[in-house]
């Protein structure tokens, strides 16, 4: 997968990541689509990671927040424990 422009939330993707989120690159004004670990019964519909935000700093804070609000969130160690 291709890594987004922004460092900010090129993190915040990774954040997704270690939670348990699927991440899928997409085309045009989305950079890529987040999906809630919990599968089709996810607590939300697919979340959009946009290419090129007004704020990236809003943008990435918002993505996290996704993440904080989600009881399907589920920890990984780099180790992959």
């Known amino acids: 997968m ?3 422009p922004n460092k900010e939330i ?3 993707i990774e954040e997704m990541i270690q939670a348990g ?3 899928e690159k997409r ?3 989305s950079w890529g689509c ?3 670990p919990g599968g089709r019964a996810g607590c939300r519909p697919p979340t959009s990671i946009w290419s090129t ?3 990236p700093e809003h ?3 918002q993505l996290r927040r996704a993440i904080e609000h989600c009881p399907h969130r589920v920890l990984r160690t ?3 424990e």
């Open 2 to 4: 291709s890594r987004h």
């Open 10 to 12: 090129r993190a915040a």
């Open 21 to 23: 989120w699927r991440i």
């Open 27 to 29: 085309e045009g004004h």
């Open 34 to 36: 987040a999906f809630c």
């Open 53 to 55: 935000p007004r704020v």
């Open 59 to 61: 943008h990435a804070r």
């Open 78 to 80: 780099s180790e992959g």
